[in-house]
Nanobody, 119 residues
Framework: VQLVESGGGSVQAGGSLKLSCAAS????????MGWFRQAPGKERELVST???????TYADSVQGRFIISQDHARYKLDLQMRSLKSEDTAVYYC???????????????WGQGTQVTVS
């Protein structure tokens, strides 16, 4: 089972980036997923979550600027990021509430991360 992120990069403040996470079909359809980020010297923090039925949550710091979405046909999770700020600079991780064949209440399966740098 793998979660593979893509779409990170460097952007100027005020710009936009779209992150994507490719996941196996079972995880995507049955279990909740989310995006986390970790800035240098800081703890990993939750950015946004989405349930299998599409219910979303956002951290206050990204509310109104980021949009999480899922594509059931392509087994893909996206994070559209707009009006980026320097404080959004971090490694972004895709995660799933799944492990060893079961959906879980906590995030147990992680991608390798993708760097987002806002200058």
């Amino acid at each position: 089972v793998q979660l593979v992120e893509s779409g990170g990069g460097s952007v100027q403040a005020g710009g936009s980036l779209k992150l994507s996470c490719a996941a196996s079909g079972y995880i995507f359809i049955k279990c909740g997923m989310g995006w986390f980020r970790q800035a240098p010297g800081k703890e990993r923090e939750l950015v946004s979550t989405i349930t299998s039925d599409g219910t979303t949550t956002y951290a206050d710091s990204v509310q109104g600027r980021f949009i999480i979405s899922q594509d059931h046909a392509r087994y893909k999770l996206d994070l559209q990021m707009r009006s980026l700020k320097s404080e959004d600079t971090a490694v972004y991780y895709c995660a799933a509430r799944w492990s060893a064949g079961y959906c879980l209440s906590r995030f147990e399966t992680w991608g390798q991360g993708t760097q987002v740098t806002v200058s």
